[in-house]
């Protein structure tokens, strides 16, 4: 019966051959690690906060005379609201988490490299959409923190050229933010997620394009794929019990640890809180903006220490093929800019001293540093690495490479158009 | 490498705690239902004067277990859902303290330090010699002394303040989060169940892979 | 030899895969539970299911209207006469012993929503007049003239002192 069914579909919708295609059948590298497993749970994330972040918004009221209240309705009267309400709030924790370490994973294996980098950069896109969402909805409590937070980011935009003020009054629709704020960002809380779901689709029709990259950082051969069911099912859902056993403990045991005591506190427009600090997953980025003295410097600053990672694989001019399993110089530099993103975040959560200071200028400087040398240190490596000696199959596979673009380059020069 | 980076996380984390630590006596609140009582009396005759809990209801210490008759007598004719509103009017208030008395619902919370702050903070008050009462914890608090930890001389009597001061805490804790025993219960059961299947997960994932060659 | 090892590992191998699948579905059914259970009413709203009311206020023949559930109820203190006038007959379109609608015969305890569309009847002189579309009740609540098809339905309620009722609970 399931079979009529299904051949019924399939005379009408390529439903089987897309799931043979694109899941059972889909062919993996036999040699992926644990690192690749936080793609799917980052999926797994996105459909968590969707789920419990409708049912919060059933019970949800986004006025500033309301929000807090609603909230505590939520926590205190409606039934497992204070489940809803924690799993969503340590949802959007888990989801940085889980992205920061799936980008740590394609800068260290050079995931990002051709053919791969519309990946990094559909990737770049959603990074800066869920950044937004969770901006957002870190107003919505209308907290103390909230609504510094909120005043504090969005006083930002008064650096932009002639508009400056009035386009943060746009931004708000209002001169502080207010309840015109509150509504509008809980609007565009609700709408983002989705548009971040279609940018996850084009995001996985880009790698279902060029495959998935591995750990030893070359594209192994046909015959070293295997099909993604049974084997990458089983592992992932695996990799998702472990994490799930993780997230429970916080979300059970630990919820609070991750809030803000001045977020207890309803919004007070005519009092800050003695130390306005946004959420950990700011925190190397905050670091950036305080670091620099003109106001338009930060802002500049901490725009682009977002977008520099889109400059990857442009920066990265290297020729010997693969991730920091083939170069010692980028291992130690990857290891040394995560050092550096603890030094930022912790600089961030501090309130600004002479000492933190210091730090914060010596670390944005290395952050920017880093990316900037990359192309004199990849080219420099691999000379150094070259005079070495490298295997013999990594000189194979530089050879045919060089060859592959020196044929390509003489068919455009040829003007030949096919 | 890695064992550094760790280490340098766990610094960071616990740098917070260590600065709150050092002004705080730290305890541990009690989650009885009979301290609990003892707080909410002790609450009701010392704090609700002056301070609101507007997202405690009289239902919601019939929920607790608070005998009904008891609660029917501290609301009197308000109705059950009515909510914990202070006695003093807002203006009152701010006119002979010159700030209005924050709610008392999510206290704990609401301070660096949670329970273990607002326990220092009621015991912190002491005199001057010139007569006036200070706080060590919240030196520019408007809030006169609730429970006489200034003026009290008699060991006796302090230890009275101190287990107090423990009740009032205890029950203000569980008035910041009133599920936290269901939310434990239940923590207890969905991780045990994720441990279980996490463990058939992986053997099964293992069963998978042995077939590859 | 090899093979019946063979199928023992394949047919322990397919139990495992069933056992985990059916262990990991009850998770995922359980996990559905809470999101579900956060539609129902929550405690402040069930704390309005019940109403309670006092009757002294009332005067005989007049009649008083609560809230209980969002819903309008008549309260009406009936005079001896109208007691007597509601005891003498069962009503017409559904008919109803007047005893059986009421706990203490003084007290009439009606949800005053039309039984027709929902509109609530104004009081008249002989029972209650719907303004909707004409339906007529009489002093017990019965409907005497259509378009409604039912008599007024009648809330759970009891008795809690000689005068106070609890509107909720029977």
Redesign the interface.
């Known amino acids: 019966m399931k079979n009529r069914v299904i051949d019924w579909i399939d005379q009408r919708f390529p439903l089987s051959s897309f799931v043979k295609h694109d899941l059972t059948e889909y062919p993996t590298p036999?040699n992926l690690s644990y690192w690749w497993n936080f793609g799917f749970l980052a999926g797994f994330l996105l459909v968590l906060q969707v789920?419990t972040g409708v049912?919060l918004a059933?019970?949800y009221k986004a006025d500033a005379g309301l929000s807090f209240?609603s909230i505590?309705?939520i926590?205190?009267?409606?039934?497992?609201?204070?489940?809803?309400r924690?799993m969503h709030a340590t949802g959007a924790s888990a989801f940085f988490l889980v992205i920061y370490i799936h980008m740590a994973r394609t800068l260290y294996y050079g995931s990002y490299r051709a053919p791969r980098e519309l990946m990094w950069w559909t990737g770049q896109g959603l990074l800066i959409m869920l950044m937004a969402t969770a901006f957002m909805g870190y107003l919505l409590p209308w907290g103390q923190m909230s609504y510094w937070g909120a005043t504090v980011i969005t006083n930002l935009f008064k650096v932009t050229p002639y508009f400056g003020e009035q386009i943060v009054t746009w931004l708000r629709g209002d001169y502080t933010v207010s309840d015109a704020t509150l509504t509008r960002f809980f609007a565009l809380h609700f709408l983002l997620p989705f548009l971040i779901i279609g940018g996850v689709v084009v995001h996985l029709v880009a790698l279902h394009t060029v495959k998935s990259s591995n750990p030893s950082g070359i594209d192994l051969a046909a015959k070293d794929n295997?099909p993604f069911h049974?084997?990458f099912t089983?592992?992932d859902?695996?990799g998702?019990?472990?994490f799930?056993?993780v997230f429970?403990?916080f979300?059970?045991?630990f919820?609070?640890m991750l809030?803000d005591?001045?977020n207890?506190?309803p919004a007070n427009p005519m009092q800050t809180p003695a130390e306005i600090v946004p959420e950990w997953y700011f925190l190397p980025f905050y670091a950036i903006l305080r670091s620099v003295p003109n106001m338009v410097g930060g802002v500049v600053a901490m725009g682009l220490s977002v977008m520099m990672f889109a400059f990857m694989p442009l920066l990265d001019r290297s020729r010997i093929p693969g991730g920091a399993s083939n170069r010692p110089m980028v291992k130690l530099g990857f290891?040394l800019f995560?050092?550096n993103m603890?030094v930022l975040?912790?600089v961030g959560?501090h309130p600004v001293t002479a000492q933190t200071l210091l730090i914060g200028h010596i670390a944005t400087i290395f952050y920017f540093g880093s990316f900037f040398l990359i192309p004199f240190i990849s080219k420099a490596e691999e000379r150094w690495l070259i005079k070495r000696g490298l295997p013999p199959a990594l000189t194979a596979l530089m050879e045919k490479e060089a060859m592959e673009k020196s044929k390509k380059q003489a068919h455009r020069r040829s003007g030949d158009n096919k | 490498m890695k064992k550094s980076i760790v280490l340098l996380i766990l610094c960071c984390a616990s740098a917070q705690a260590w600065a709150a630590e050092a002004a705080l006596q730290n305890i541990k609140v009690d989650t009885d239902l009979p301290a609990i009582e003892r707080g909410l009396d002790d609450v009701m005759n010392n704090c609700h004067t002056c301070h609101t809990l507007k997202y405690i209801t009289y239902l919601d210490l019939v929920k607790l277990g608070v005998d009904k008759k008891k609660v029917d007598a501290m609301r009197g004719d308000q109705p059950l859902d009515a909510s914990l509103v202070s006695l003093m009017p807002d203006a009152a208030a701010e006119q002979t303290f010159g700030k209005v008395p924050p709610d008392l619902s999510l206290m704990t919370h609401a301070r660096e330090g949670g329970a273990s702050y607002v326990y220092s903070y009621l015991l912190g008050y002491y005199n001057t010699p010139d007569g006036v009462t200070h706080n060590r914890i919240f030196p520019a608090t408007h809030m006169p002394d609730p429970l006489g930890m200034s003026t009290a001389t008699d060991p006796a009597q302090q230890a009275q303040i101190r287990k107090t001061a423990h009740d009032v805490v205890s029950f203000l804790a569980w008035a910041a989060d009133p599920h936290k025993q269901e939310r434990h219960r239940l923590g207890y059961y969905v991780i045990g169940y994720l441990v279980f299947l996490t463990l058939l997960l992986y053997i099964v994932k293992k069963q998978v892979w042995s077939r590859l060659k | 030899m090899a093979e019946n090892e063979d199928l023992g590992d394949a047919k322990r191998r397919k139990f495992l895969i069933k056992a985990t699948a059916a262990v990991g579905m009850a998770g995922a059914v359980a996990a559905c539970l809470p999101f579900i259970d956060s539609m129902n009413p929550s405690a402040d709203v069930l704390a309005k299911a019940t109403t309670e009311v006092d009757l002294s206020g009332i005067p005989v023949g007049g009649v008083h209207t609560v809230a209980w559930q969002g819903k309008p109820i008549f309260i009406f203190h009936r005079t001896p006469e109208e007691i007597k006038a509601m005891e003498a007959t069962n009503g017409v379109i559904d008919p109803e012993p007047d005893h059986m609608r009421v706990k203490q015969a003084e007290w009439l305890v009606v949800i005053g929503i039309c039984t027709h569309m929902g509109c609530v009847p104004n009081k008249d002189a002989a029972g209650w007049l719907c303004p909707c579309h004409g339906s007529e009740y009489d002093d017990s609540g019965r409907v005497v003239r259509g378009p409604a098809p039912k008599n007024l339905y009648l809330p759970p309620y009891k008795f809690v002192a000689a005068d106070k009722i609890i509107i909720g609970v029977a």
């Open positions: 036999r789920a049912f059933m019970h209240d505590q309705h926590m205190r009267d409606v039934n497992y609201g204070w489940l809803l924690f295997i049974p084997y089983s592992k859902l695996f998702l019990g472990i799930l056993i429970s403990i979300v059970f045991f919820p609070n809030m005591p001045a207890f506190i290891y995560l050092l603890l975040g912790y959560a």
